[in-house]
């Protein structure tokens, strides 16, 4: 998985741009403060969602995430270190489980 390092400011800081292909990003927050994360560039101190001093945000497309998106950071100080683990590929088959009238008219013989 590719990883990298960027140094978070008190303004807009991209994080990762806009990539189809990338099915998870992982957001682990390295610095001294509260490191604010979000798609919108405004108010991302306001708006944004709060990673904490060595917590983590994961990312699963296939979970109905989206990190294939663009995202920004931003933190009151600046200077902090927020790390990225990112992931590519295809998309896995998502299946739907049966409903429990499908699986009891199954047993039964019913279907």
Sequence with gaps: MPTRTVLVGTTPTPLLPYNNRR????????????????????????????????GALDLIRALGDEPQIQWYAESAGGGDDMRILEQFGALPLLFVPPNRETEVGLEEGRV
């Design 23 to 54: 099915t998870t990003a992982s957001f682990v927050n390295n610095g001294n403060e509260t490191i604010f994360v979000s798609t919108d560039q405004s108010n991302i101190q306001g708006n944004g969602f709060p990673v904490g001093v060595g």
